[in-house]
């Protein structure tokens, strides 16, 4: 059967957009200049859904009228979509007149509108360049000229909340609508968490929403802001993929870029995002991916990449077992302490060459491998101070260079979650499972996630300190006088202030952490072909939920008997053997 593209080449194009587009309507208003005694007639048909068509319809019932009028102020309004969305705002629009843009009856009027789109209330209130505010990556402050019986759409931001400003004297539009369109892969959660505690149960979903939310063309690091294939962000991302989705085309899609991007030859080296640590992690996340999978041909097209890469990290571990990687950076909260900067270091290139063995092993080189273990095996003989970093002390933990239970009880349950990372949370999650602290990861849980949610998040941060949360206002409100704005106010390095995205994938440790430790879900054999059911219930009741495997959903139920002890229930497809414990 024919398609169009086969009857007009010219229209077949590159490869088709495979996201889906859903219209939303606001939830509430937050705010409008009415209050002020605005010209706003009807505001409240806007939350009302109507077909996405417009229509020479003269109803005056359904309609929102917003005027600007001598010696009034101006019309302004602000909506609610209730999350956290990737997306546009589309303004369906019956009339428009200005003064200085009178038309006909043949040739109706055209009024000027202001859009600005939030994460936060108070990002879509405040002007451009107040602040911090930018349109960087994607506008999220621009002016629109509209005329009747017209659909107008924005371009693709991440917000959650929109402002619209009649602007010009004596203007008048007339709105049938004014809806988010939602852009998303539309795909299923096969995975699955559900536990006693209501909290954790919403941090899960949160964290995996957030995840999906990057799920674009290409998987990003955040939808307003780093709207890039940050390739060393993308790991707690693809663990976070694998958890709740199992395959997605865009992880390989994307890792796939980050290669061609970044060649090796035989005289130079181009490092990934130009950061020789992101191109460690592309090797965990190669590692990660074959252990969910067991593609091989897959694995096999890194095959060339993967070895001359492999085979310079090694060449990068001096004699005394230190590593020599150039132009160290391990995430923005650590980028001003070097020392902490190269005990991370020190536990990720480890890490990474390690992972990179195995692979070789797989692809049938085992005397790159052989090199690979000995410079990694050599690390052993440098301990380096993690200088009151508690991510680098994570790596390191992950790296086997110190034991677990020492470096959770000297540096990192110290203070509970303060001096957490969001980037870095999942491996500060794991490190304190290691340590046996499954109580102290619950509740770091509680207190740095759950912080985010407490202050109204729907999506999890680029970053975020429990200190911030000192008589701050939540983001979904107005910052009453003598309150802090806790998206406006906050911020480092490069996301000061409302550049802040709050909506950043790398923060999703959440879900594969719960997933893997409390519901002991973890994979031993490429291909999920053996998996172990080691459950961590920590201080809760009961815990259950699913997990995606190339032969199907995995379901566990764990439940604690009255004496203390687990009773575990699990179904799994026949493929797949499973250890307990």
Request: with cysteine; aromatic share 8%.
């Amino acid at each position: 059967m024919a398609r169009i593209y086969d009857k007009y080449p010219v229209l077949n194009g590159k490869d088709p957009d495979v996201r889906s587009r859903r219209y939303l309507v606001p939830t509430r208003i937050v705010w409008s200049s009415a209050e002020d005694g605005a010209e706003i007639i009807g505001a409240e048909n806007l939350l009302v859904p109507k077909r996405e068509q417009i229509t020479l319809n003269r109803n005056q019932s359904d309609r929102c009228i917003m005027a600007n009028k001598p010696g009034k102020p101006a019309a302004s309004i602000l909506l609610d979509f209730g999350m956290e969305i990737h997306g546009s705002l589309r303004l369906m629009v019956w009339a428009s007149q200005s003064s200085d843009q009178v038309g006909t009856q043949d040739n109706p009027g055209r009024a000027n509108v202001r859009v600005r789109l939030g994460e936060s209330v108070m990002e879509a209130m405040t002007d451009l360049g107040v602040k911090n505010t930018t349109n960087d990556h994607a506008n999220r402050d621009m002016v629109i000229n509209i005329g009747s019986h017209s659909a107008m759409e924005t371009n693709e931001s991440g917000f959650r909340f929109a402002r619209i400003d009649l602007l010009g004297e004596e203007s008048l539009i007339t709105f049938k609508s004014i809806n988010a369109t939602f852009i998303f892969r539309d795909i299923e959660y096969k995975g699955s968490f559900d536990c006693s505690d209501p909290l954790l149960n919403q941090i899960w979903n949160t964290a995996a929403y957030t995840a999906h939310l990057n799920m674009q063309e290409y998987l990003w690091d955040g939808i307003k802001r780093d709207r890039l294939v940050w390739i060393g962000d993308m790991h707690t991302e693809v663990m976070t993929i694998i958890t709740a989705f199992g395959y997605n085309e865009v992880v390989p899609k994307s890792l796939d870029l980050a290669r061609e991007e970044a060649p090796i030859t035989q005289d130079r080296i181009e490092w990934m995002n130009s950061m020789p640590s992101y191109s460690l992690w592309w090797i965990l996340l190669h590692k990660e991916w074959y252990m969910a999978h067991a593609d091989l041909a897959y694995l096999r097209e890194q095959e060339e990449y993967l070895t001359k890469l492999l085979s310079h990290i090694a060449s990068l571990v001096d004699e005394n077992g230190v590593e020599q990687m150039p132009g160290k950076f391990l995430d923005w909260p650590n980028n001003a302490n070097p020392e902490a900067m190269h005990a991370g270091m020190q536990g990720l290139v480890r890490w990474a060459l390690y992972a990179g063995a195995d692979m070789l092993e797989v692809l049938g080189n085992t005397d790159l491998a052989a090199v690979c273990r000995a410079s990694a095996d050599r690390m052993a003989k440098h301990i380096p101070d993690c200088n009151g970093s508690k991510s680098a002390g994570a790596l390191m933990v992950l790296a086997g260079l110190c034991d677990a239970k020492e470096m959770n009880d000297s540096l990192i349950s110290v203070n509970g979650a303060h001096g957490f990372s969001t980037f870095l949370g999942y491996y500060l999650l794991k490190a304190k499972a290691m340590a046996g602290d499954d109580v102290g990861a619950l509740n770091a849980l509680r207190d740095y996630w759950g912080g985010m949610i407490k202050m109204g998040a729907t999506s999890f941060w680029e970053d975020f300190n429990l200190d911030w949360m000192e008589n701050a206002a939540p983001i979904d409100a107005l910052v009453p006088e003598g309150k802090v704005d806790i998206h406006g106010d906050w911020g480092a390095y490069c996301y000061i202030k409302f550049r802040h995205s709050l909506c950043h994938g790398w923060a999703s440790g959440p879900c594969p952490y719960l997933t893997q430790y409390v519901l002991g879900i973890r994979i031993e054999e490429p291909g999920c072909k053996k998996l172990r059911i080691d459950p961590r219930l920590g201080d809760l009741s009961y815990a259950k939920g699913t997990f995606p495997t190339p032969y199907g959903l995995v379901t566990v139920s764990h439940t604690r008997q009255e004496d203390g002890t687990i009773r575990s229930d699990v179904s799994a497809p026949k493929e797949i053997e499973i250890i307990m414990g």
